[in-house]
């Protein structure tokens, strides 16, 4: 009977083991692919959505606009505060944490100042 404890107590410190190197290669390989598409972007909110923000930047010298996701996983934050979507305000200046060309929603948008709405436009 011992001899059978002590091999259940070998399985279960090997699964435990293994399982536990697979987490965290798993967790290793998720950091990665999350670093190499997020981006991190100074922003000024152009408009407020019911799910969505409408934000400009400058790029190439011209002002940009795009339209990123706002889901209940988002964290906003004003002065070190989490506030809702509904108190963002157009010319918010933030730093928006999301993934460009995916429709995915936001990471974070962390409102730091106040901006201006610009006229936004310009082929590349």
């Given at each position: 009977?011992?001899?059978?404890?002590?091999?259940?107590?070998?399985?279960?410190?090997?699964?435990?083991?293994?399982?536990?190197?697979?987490?965290?290669?798993?967790?290793?390989?998720?950091?990665?692919?999350?670093?190499?598409?997020?981006?991190?972007?100074?922003?000024?909110?152009?408009?407020?959505?019911?799910?969505?923000?409408?934000?400009?930047?400058?790029?190439?010298e011209k002002v940009?606009?795009?339209?990123?996701?706002?889901?209940d996983k988002?964290?906003?934050?004003?002065?070190?505060?989490?506030?809702?979507?509904?108190?963002?305000?157009?010319?918010?200046?933030?730093?928006?944490?999301?993934?460009?060309?995916?429709?995915?929603?936001?990471?974070?948008?962390?409102?730091?100042?106040?901006?201006?709405?610009?006229?936004?436009?310009?082929?590349?």
């Open positions: 009977m011992k001899g059978l404890q002590i091999w259940v107590v070998v399985a279960f410190s090997l699964f435990c083991f293994v399982g536990t190197g697979l987490a965290q290669e798993e967790k290793k390989a998720k950091e990665e692919k999350k670093s190499k598409k997020m981006a991190e972007l100074e922003a000024v909110i152009s408009g407020v959505g019911q799910r969505t923000i409408t934000f400009q930047y400058e790029r190439k940009r606009e795009e339209v990123v996701g706002i889901d988002t964290d906003i934050e004003k002065d070190g505060t989490k506030i809702k979507l509904r108190d963002l305000q157009q010319t918010d200046k933030v730093v928006i944490e999301y993934e460009p060309d995916a429709y995915t929603p936001a990471i974070s948008v962390k409102v730091i100042g106040k901006g201006e709405v610009k006229k936004a436009g310009g082929d590349d």
